[in-house]
T-cell receptor
Framework: GEDVEQSLFLSVREGDSSVINCTYT??????LYWYKQEPGAGLQLLTY?????DMKQDQRLTVLLNKKDKHLSLRIADTQTGDSAIYFC????????????FGTGTRLKVLA | DTEVTQTPKHLVMGMTNKKSLKCEQH?????MYWYKQKAKKPPELMFV???????INESVPSRFSPECPNSSLLNLHLHALQPEDSALYLC?????????????FGPGTRLTVL
């Protein structure tokens, strides 16, 4: 089955860029997603990328997709303390099955 | 409006209690989901309703009973739960068409079973 790995923890200083990485074993997902989860809250959809794209930019967020290496990343420019949260990548290996495969989650801590 | 609402926000119940979690969306989405999330872990899928019919049951114990009264509402009925069922319960919904795979999540219900 699909396996999606993320590094557990990332710490950056306020104002720096953050890069959160995701590697996966199955490359059949049509869309790949990034979600943010603050403590005690639900998952907030941040952005997503269609599998035939290499890059998508949305304000401070840049998503890079390297299908050859099965690698997805989320770059947050000018990271703020409000960006501190857990970030999950997710994909749907078979479209229309309703089944997300989530990454293990990366806890981002932003230091003032 | 991409809002999914859930009530209650917090719930504490004993192992003999019966309670229900509620989820609502008014985005016209036709698929709705229940997830269970333990601390520091990704959400685990429990149930999916598509067009108000149960589409997926991920071998969830019968003490959890989902219900979809209409296309906007999703309930999760709880009975005789165990302490290990304590978790954050998340509801999600997704639209039709090209973005049918894109799920929008509610804020969750924090459940504690004593």
């Amino acid at each position: 089955g699909e396996d999606v790995e993320q590094s557990l923890f990332l710490s950056v200083r306020e104002g720096d860029s953050s890069v959160i990485n995701c590697t996966y074993t199955d490359s059949s997902s049509t869309y790949l997603y990034w979600y943010k989860q603050e403590p005690g809250a639900g998952l907030q959809l941040l952005t997503y990328i269609f599998s035939n794209m290499d890059m998508k930019q949305d304000q401070r967020l840049t998503v890079l997709l390297n299908k050859k290496d099965k690698h997805l990343s989320l770059r947050i420019a000018d990271t703020q303390t409000g960006d501190s949260a857990i970030y999950f990548c997710a994909g749907v290996p078979t479209s229309g099955t309703y089944k997300y495969i989530f990454g293990t989650g990366t806890r981002l801590k932003v230091l003032a | 409006d991409t809002e999914v609402t859930q009530t209650p926000k917090h719930l504490v119940m004993g192992m003999t209690n019966k309670k229900s979690l509620k989820c609502e969306q008014h985005m016209g989405h036709r698929a709705m989901y229940w997830y269970k999330q333990k601390a520091k872990k990704p959400p685990e899928l429990m149930f999916v309703y598509s067009y108000e019919k149960l589409s997926i049951n991920e071998s969830v114990p019968s003490r959890f009973s989902p219900e979809c009264p209409n296309s906007s509402l999703l309930n999760l009925h709880l009975h005789a739960l165990q302490p290990e069922d304590s978790a954050l319960y998340l509801c999600a919904s997704s639209p039709e068409g090209q973005e049918a795979d894109t799920q929008y999540f509610g804020p969750g219900t924090r459940l504690t079973v004593l």
